[in-house]
């Protein structure tokens, strides 16, 4: 089988009769930090879009670039969030399931037939689970880039309000300088507590504080 990301499952689905088929990804889904954020892409198959990958392979000027043209020749595209708090509520599986949920129900167009990125979604509609999905059909190729050029823009605009993290760089992941920071500073509100990482530089700061306090 290629590995070259193309329309093959696009052209399949058509020729069954289905006419109006939604690419399904998600981003963030294993940051310390932020939302998990999914979108969902209708592509016109008259307007090829080329260049269309994995978003994890692509530089970020190129992710920014094809988004934009994603945005202007899709046929209907929709973004969606689920929050810290509610990842933690929930657990990061649910919440990305809920965010492609709800990307789905934000489209403009109903979709007749989903291809999806290792994912099964509980709604009535034909769906394909596709394990490497976004390097595989361009339609969730192009979710995937929606979704990765959104949360980077939340991170970076994030990175203004918390810079003590360096989240503008490594985008809310456990890299060893925000793992870093999360010892010296602790966690923000929008840090994944239900996360190892998060949990243990939680305890480890109240510890470090504690033992910084003065004896009574």
Not at 38 to 61: F, T, Y
Not at 124 to 134: A, N, P
Request: charged content about 25%; aromatic content about 6%; overall charge positive.
């Amino acid at each position: 089988m290629s590995r070259l990301c193309s329309s093959r499952f696009e052209r399949a689905a058509r020729q069954l009769g289905w006419t109006r088929i939604a690419g399904i990804d998600e981003a963030g889904r294993g940051a310390l930090f932020g939302p998990v954020v999914a979108a969902a892409v209708i592509l016109n198959p008259r307007r090829r879009i080329v260049g269309l990958d994995d978003s994890k392979k692509l530089a970020a000027e190129r992710r920014v670039e094809l988004a934009e043209r994603i945005r202007e020749h899709a046929m209907a595209w929709a973004v969606a969030e689920i929050d810290a708090q509610r990842i933690d509520a929930w657990n990061i599986y649910q919440a990305s399931r809920q965010a492609m949920a709800s990307a789905l129900q934000q489209l403009a167009i109903a979709p007749d037939y989903l291809l999806i990125d290792a994912m099964q979604l509980d709604v009535l509609i034909e769906q394909k689970c596709l394990i490497k999905g976004d390097t595989r059909s361009v339609s969730i190729a192009a979710a995937s880039i929606l979704a990765k050029t959104h949360r980077d823009a939340r991170m970076e605009a994030w990175d203004a309000i918390y810079p003590q993290y360096g989240l503008a760089r490594h985008k809310g992941y456990a890299t060893a300088d925000h793992l870093q920071a999360l010892r010296e500073h602790g966690p923000s509100p929008l840090h994944r507590y239900s996360f190892a990482p998060v949990r243990e530089c939680t305890c480890w700061a109240a510890g470090a504080t504690q033992a910084s306090l003065p004896l009574s």
